[in-house]
């Protein structure tokens, strides 16, 4: 029992040791910062959206469509001017916003969860168990999750958490592999030997052994997949399968803004960078913490 605990602290420690080396690696990361420190922008302006956004993001002037931005000769109070319902194109961005966090975060934490529990079972027991749901992986690898994603929604029909569960469900595959790879590796090791010799009970070695283990490659996957799902969501909301109509949404502004790209750019664009820059935040983000917890990146 002591040379468990003796164990025990050891790894307690060494996990300490790695998490300070992964704040330290991620705080010099320039780029990564810039990223985190633009994602954290477009989240205050999800929240406070009902308190910023200077219009109504549905209230509609004829008289005042097709404004141009303030600095091409609009209106003051339309900073980046009116779509083609004169609806003010800041604040139906500022809202649009709320959509998209909401279904990329929820879609990926419910990948995430079914992802891991997967990968968990399958790289844990082996056998006949790991077989079974990594071909049930590869069925779901072989169809195009885009296109599964447009067939379930045109079946179930447009609404937001149809959206979210849909995306959850067909993105769950890239946690499982990671997790089950993780795992193998782990199961072998002598803490997980020496909590088996002691009579810990499966369960309990896969929820304090092995999933604090593979937390940082799960928040690493998660990240990319919330860029994935807001990049699907707008697609789909483009196609107009995504959420209600009455809803504002970067895929559908984008949508509203095609037919005028040769006059009223402004409809089209603002949407198009803040999807663009969104993502590509999110991405930098997760590159900055797959760098940061990855121990063989470290140098002394």
């Known amino acids: 029992m002591a040379d468990v605990s003796i164990a025990a602290s050891a ?71 009116t779509d083609h319902l004169g609806r003010d194109v800041l604040s139906r961005l500022i809202y649009g916003s709320r959509v998209s966090l909401l279904v990329g975060v929820a879609a990926a934490l419910m990948a995430g969860v079914i992802g891991a529990i997967v990968g968990l079972v399958a790289g844990y ?22 296109l ?9 029909g447009t609404g937001l958490w149809i959206v979210i569960v849909v995306l959850g469900v067909t993105g769950w595959v890239s946690y499982a592999r990671v997790v089950r790879s993780e795992v193998v590796s782990l199961k072998t090791r002598d803490f997980v030997t020496e909590a088996r010799a002691i009579g810990v009970g499966d369960a309990t070695i896969i929820r304090r052994h092995l999933l604090p283990n593979v937390s940082a490659p799960l928040a690493t996957i998660a990240t990319l997949n919330v860029a994935a799902a807001i990049v699907a969501e707008s697609a789909l909301s483009f196609l107009g399968l995504g959420v209600p109509s009455d809803v504002p949404t970067w895929g559908s502004m984008l949508a509203d803004g095609q037919l005028y790209l ?24 997760g590159d900055a913490i797959r760098d940061a917890t990855d121990p063989k990146a470290y140098r002394r």
């Open 262 to 285: 040769g006059t009223s750019w402004w409809i089209a664009v603002f949407p198009g960078l803040a999807l663009m820059l969104t993502s590509l935040a999110i991405n930098i983000t």
């Open 125 to 146: 027991y082996g056998g006949w168990a790991d077989r079974v749901l990594m071909r049930l992986a590869d069925v779901q690898l072989a169809f195009p999750s885009i």
């Open 11 to 81: 790894g307690a420690a060494a996990r300490t040791a790695r998490s300070h080396n992964a704040w330290r690696a991620l705080l010099v990361n320039r780029w990564g910062l810039t990223a985190m420190a633009f994602l954290a922008v477009v989240v205050l302006a999800a929240v406070l959206a009902p308190v910023i956004a200077p219009h109504d993001p549905q209230t509609q002037d004829l008289l005042g469509r097709l404004a141009p931005p303030a600095w091409a000769g609009g209106d003051a109070s339309h900073l980046l001017g």
């Open 148 to 156: 599964l994603a447009l067939a379930v929604v045109a079946f179930l």
